[in-house]
């Protein structure tokens, strides 16, 4: 909602407050001023102009050689406009000035002849858009006066961002009352008597059959009209509120609906078939209308539509008809007042994607007492601008009426909601400050009748809330609630989320959170199988863009595309994670099952931003990734309900977008919780990224559900451990873990530690062999183990060893 | 013997007190304390002392034998630690080794944050759908199929009546529904919004608040959230309430802080008023209460959402929102 102080001001004595104060006000009290404009800044300078003479140009078919006089001087001015003549008055720009545009005017020759200044057009100056020619003012003007004196150019606009519920203040005059309310003045509406039309005295009817849809509708009917533009401090009010001046009677109907907040719409009265209005919906065969923006518009049978006695005439409350519009030609006018229901004007708007400022007015609600002065106020004008004559007497129909609304006011209540002390007599004071009956009633309540311009005021909480913006919002105390005290439980998901992010970022890795909708081609960029359950994704009706267009169901393109972005910036070196929410189809109508999963990614450099001198540059690998994933396992302390969670190289069971030969599943019994591989080349080129990629996933809800390790106490040992080394000699296609996993099979009491510390292929070392270097470390609760009982352990799992892979070994001892 | 002792052990402090170098040091190390060295070979005397003096002089020996060793250190460490840092091979300008570490995004950050300063007051923290009917996002907050203020809602659709949430705030009536009051709730959580621009991404993060007992007052809707901003902030930082519209609250209310960038003298990103929006509240509209079934003149309270990009963009002074979700080291490494 835009309005100017030059136009506030025809109402209320705005003194005393600046634009700046104003704005403030406004906004305290619940109209935010989201703008505070100086209109038609910069034009200080230009000043008004007579021609002398025209010459054409001796070197420039186009262009004019003017004599101009500016007050007492009379000076050259070269003019290019098809409109420049003798006599005419316009404005001018000297030397030295600069237009709102930037635009600097020198004294300067062209083509040779010498140019003071240049005369200026509508939109040179930034008044309005027209640049036919240069301004043609009034041509009794004198030369040499100040144009924003003339053109009473010295403005201030306000924008409101108007709330939903405060259509009352869609006009200036609601502006005007709120400003009343804290100025405490009262305001001066244009119009105070308004004759009520009987249906007596016209030559027209208006039939609603529709009376749900159209509460009142009122018309009046204007003879002898003349269109011409409108008067300039007209087209200047709705140009600087943004709106087009077209022409008179077009003008008005918008000077009237920023002032009321009524729309009003004006037919062509010989093109009535009838003489009828008629308020009703699309007959069966009534399919199309021609707004008249000269667009057909598919219509729907609940759309309201004015009529005339054979056809649709106008889109009610939304757009009117191109058959039925005001042209040049126009003569006789029926002016339309009136007041529709705001649910089916938003539908209708809606569908046919046409809002307007009539039809915002409309949907938010218009105060149906209010017509008959709007109507008034638009007949006057038209009488005085347009020459026309009113027919005495009009239409009202009226079947919505309502009696005002009555609420109790319980004071007790304001005060307890709001936390204040006010009494009755303050309370009814400040209602009655913004125009609103209040009678006491004793005992602390207050009969308040709601003005019917005040549509959002419907019970005791919405004067409690003008109450609480009347006394200012900031006046209201400010205590702290006093309630038990309490500890809740804490979500053991959200406790999960942010301890895996601790340990993750302890690790080297940076948090990443991407758009919950992914690109539906991911899945294919992935070759996951058509049967793939993560193809049966949550669908956008309107997606942004077909990259946002359905909910992911894996977290994993996301970060893949955070990894294509971050080599294009030149960092090639990443670990990233993300904790996040994917989304399973579940049924038509039905909400998605909604499930909380982890995932990483590495590549590029194994320490990524550490320092040359004491880090290797070595690339990350698949062990990287593994390890990262122990240690969340481990710090979560996280046991597989099968006892243990184990790590499986399965180059059977395999994603269609990892490496076999790099995939680890990470196992619970038969339950996967994740899996840990290398993206493999395909996928890897589908994302446009040249250098490997390691990610881990994992099901973050399911670690949920496993037991824990307790934490528990065990005595320090007293007594101490014995470290043995074994180097074996096995078969290349034995895994090392494998010897491992033997080596803690054996369950060995003693045995509390064992690792591998060293693999080894190559020479000496024969073909198809490899070294492999285990460490374990025995000791007793007991006693110290002496070499013997050592040995004797050691070699039942050499023994072991041996005998389950085949090969050599040696014997280190330390 | 003794004198001889004595004698010694002023000659080594002397000795050592005019040494200025290592190779001096060590010249004192073979003179008075190599295996051949003065004191060694007085204290070999020690045999043919009477029996009676030798334990005192073979306690005397070793006492000063021991001194003038760890004078002998004294000075070792104090010629070692001189010379600007560099001894032997040590350079202590060199960087300190330490291993990569990432950290949290800064959208996490802040959320944390918030979240601490509200469970400090006694809030609890629940999470509900993104995805979320139009029941619960629009219907139980009091605001129909069209009415107006879903204007404000630029709203992804699932299907008629499946979407994805514009706001944290159907968290308010699905808590209710299941609970009775007294309630003190937070509920982070992204929110979805079909707008992209500089100032808009699809998908932004909210964290929805509210409080529910008997007389509750919008008073402590100001003082739970003055409160809060000042935690978040600093103490002294000026915030407003000013009236507002939102259906699921009534009275409404944004709340604004002095803009952090310009010290509340008016800048570009406070568009010259000086005060910037943090948040929206209000008492919860008794339309909502009925809804879940709580009696508006027996239980009152209020609700607020905020919005955390836009705290952390106050906080970090972060210029442009689209930079929180395209996850560039170059940003994520900054916080």
């Not at chain 1, 809606?350 to 218009?366: D, M, Q, T, W």
């Not at chain 1, 320092?611 to 302390?637: C, E, H, M, W």
């Not at chain 2, 204007?151 to 699905?174: G, N």
């Not at chain 2, 079934?293 to 209020?302: L, N, V």
């Amino acid at each position: 909602m835009k309005f100017t102080l030059s136009w506030l001001s025809e109402y209320i004595s705005i003194e005393g407050l600046n634009p700046d104060q104003m704005a403030d006000r406004l906004t305290m009290l619940g109209l935010e001023v989201d703008a505070v404009q100086e209109l038609y800044a910069g034009l200080d300078a230009i000043v008004t102009a007579k021609v002398i003479s025209v010459q054409k140009h001796p070197n420039a078919d186009r262009l004019t050689l003017c004599e101009v006089e500016v007050g007492d001087e009379t000076v050259p001015v070269v003019c290019g406009a098809p409109n420049v003549r003798a006599g005419l008055i316009t404005a001018i720009a000297r030397p030295g000035v600069c237009l709102p545009d930037g635009h600097k005017i020198k004294k300067a020759k062209v083509r040779g002849e010498v140019s003071m200044g240049m005369l200026c057009s509508w939109r040179e100056l930034g008044i309005s858009e027209d640049h036919a020619g240069i301004m043609e003012l009034d041509s009794s003007l004198a030369s040499g006066l100040p144009l924003v004196k003339v053109l009473d150019l010295i403005d201030t606009m306000i924008e409101i961002d108007l709330t939903p519920n405060r259509s009352d203040c869609a006009s200036v005059l609601g502006v005007a009352r709120e400003v009343a309310g804290f100025t405490h003045q009262t305001i001066t509406p244009p119009v105070t008597e308004t004759p009520t039309p009987d249906g007596s005295g016209v030559d027209f009817t208006v039939t609603i059959e529709e009376p749900e849809l159209c509460p009142r509708y009122a018309a009046r009917k204007l003879t002898g009209v003349v269109i011409k533009p409108s008067p300039w401090w007209l087209q200047r009010q709705l140009m600087a509120v943004g709106m087009r001046p077209i022409n008179n009677i077009v003008d008005i109907t918008n000077f009237v609906m920023l002032e009321y907040g009524q729309p009003l719409h004006a037919f062509d009265f010989q093109k009535l078939a009838g003489k009828a209005i008629v308020v009703r919906c699309p007959r069966g065969n009534e399919e199309t209308f021609t707004t008249l923006d000269d667009t057909d518009r598919e219509l729907s049978p609940d759309m309201l539509m004015i009529c005339d006695s054979d056809k649709p005439i106008a889109v009610a409350g939304v757009m009117g008809g191109l058959d039925s519009e005001v042209t040049d030609a126009t003569t006789e006018l029926l002016l339309e007042s009136a007041c529709f229901n705001p649910v089916s004007i938003r539908r209708t708007a809606r569908i046919l994607n046409l809002p307007s400022e009539a039809s915002y007015r409309f949907e938010r609600g218009v105060d149906p007492n209010g017509i008959l002065n709007a109507m008034e106020r638009a007949v006057q004008l038209m009488c005085e601008l347009a020459d026309a004559q009113v027919v005495t007497g009009g239409v009202d129909k009226y079947p919505g009426k309502k009696d005002l609304l009555k609420l109790d006011l319980r004071v007790q209540r304001v005060n307890e909601l709001l936390g204040t002390d006010l009494t009755s007599d303050q309370v009814a004071g400040y209602l009655r400050g913004i125009e609103i009956e209040v009678i006491d009633k004793g005992e602390n309540i207050l009969q308040v009748t709601v003005p019917s311009f005040r549509i959002d005021i419907e019970r005791e909480v919405d004067l409690v809330e003008e109450i609480a913006r009347l006394v200012g919002y900031n006046e209201i105390p400010t205590t702290l609630p006093t309630i038990a005290m309490d500890y809740p439980q804490r979500d053991p998901l959200r406790l999960l989320r942010q301890k895996t992010g601790s340990i993750f970022t302890a690790l080297g890795f940076f948090e990443a959170i991407n758009y919950s909708f992914v690109a539906e081609n991911h899945f294919d960029m992935l070759a996951l199988a058509d049967d793939d359950s993560r193809r049966q994704c949550v669908k956008l009706l309107n997606p942004l863009t077909e990259e946002q267009a359905v909910m992911r169901t894996m977290l994993l393109p996301g970060m893949l595309e955070n990894i294509r972005r971050n080599i294009n910036f030149q960092q090639t070196d990443i670990r990233l994670f993300e904790i996040g929410k994917v989304f399973s189809f579940v049924a038509e109508g039905v909400l998605p099952e909604e499930r909380y999963q982890f995932c990483a990614v590495m590549s590029g450099a194994r320490y990524p931003d550490a320092n040359p001198l004491y880090f290797s540059s070595d690339r990350t690998d698949v062990y990287d990734i593994k390890g990262a994933a122990q240690s969340l396992l481990q710090s979560l302390r996280v046991q597989g309900k099968s006892g243990v969670i184990s790590f499986l190289a399965d180059p059977e069971n395999v994603q269609p977008y990892g490496e076999p030969s790099f995939t680890i599943r990470i196992m619970d019994g038969d339950q996967e919780l994740g899996i840990i591989s290398k993206l493999t080349r395909k996928a890897a080129r589908e994302f446009a990224v040249k250098q490997d990629v390691y990610f881990l996933e994992l099901d973050l809800e399911a670690l949920l559900d496993l037991p824990r390790i307790d934490k528990a106490f065990g005595s320090l040992p007293r007594f101490p451990s014995v470290k043995r080394d074994i180097a074996l000699l096995v078969p290349e296609n034995v895994p090392a873990g494998a010897l491992l996993q033997d080596i803690i099979a054996h369950k060995i009491e003693n045995v509390v530690y064992a690792d591998i510390f060293d693999v080894y292929s190559g020479k000496p070392i024969d073909e198809g062999m490899k070294s492999v270097a285990l460490t374990v470390t025995y000791r007793s609760d007991e006693k110290t183990l002496d070499d013997e009982t050592v040995d004797g352990f050691h070699n039942k799992i050499v023994h072991s060893l041996m005998s389950g892979f085949g090969g050599r070994y040696r014997e280190g001892k330390e | 013997m003794e004198n001889e002792l004595q004698r010694l052990k002023a000659e080594a402090e002397e000795a050592l007190h005019a040494i200025g170098d290592k190779a001096a040091l060590e010249e004192f190390r073979v003179k008075f304390l190599g295996r051949k060295g003065l004191l060694s070979s007085t204290m070999k005397q020690l045999g043919k002392v009477s029996k009676e003096d030798r334990p005192r002089l073979g306690k005397l020996a070793n006492t000063i034998k021991k001194g003038v060793e760890e004078l002998f250190q004294d000075k070792k460490e104090v010629l070692e630690s001189s010379g600007g840092g560099i001894v032997e091979d040590v350079d202590l300008s060199l960087p300190g080794r330490s291993l990569p570490f990432g950290k949290l995004h800064p959208v996490t950050q802040v959320m944390d944050e918030i979240c601490a300063v509200f469970e400090g007051m006694g809030f609890a923290v629940a999470e509900g759908p993104d995805v979320e009917t139009d029941h619960y996002n629009f219907e139980a907050l009091n605001i129909p199929k069209h009415h107006p203020a879903r204007d404000m809602h630029d709203t992804f659709y699932v299907s008629d009546s499946i979407l994805l949430r514009t706001h944290t705030s159907p968290m308010q009536a699905r808590i209710m529904e299941n609970q009775e009051p007294p309630l003190r709730y937070i509920a982070p959580g992204k929110v979805y919004r079909c707008d992209s621009d500089i100032t808009h991404t699809p998908m932004f993060v909210q964290v929805e608040g509210f409080l529910v007992d008997r007389k509750v007052s919008f008073a402590d809707l100001k003082g739970v959230l003055s409160s809060f901003i000042h935690r978040m902030f600093r103490d002294d930082l000026p915030l407003r309430f000013r009236p507002s519209f939102f259906p699921f609250t009534e009275p409404s209310a944004e709340v604004d802080i002095a803009c952090v960038f310009c010290g509340g003298s008016g800048c570009r990103i406070c568009k010259r008023t000086g005060w910037i929006e943090i948040l929206g509240a209000g008492l919860i509209d008794p339309e909502v209460m009925k809804m879940v079934g709580y009696d508006p003149d027996e239980f009152s309270g209020f609700a607020f959402g905020l919005g955390v990009e836009r705290i952390a963009m106050l906080k970090y002074g972060i210029d442009d929102i689209r930079l929180y979700y395209e996850n560039d080291l170059r940003f994520l490494s900054q916080f």
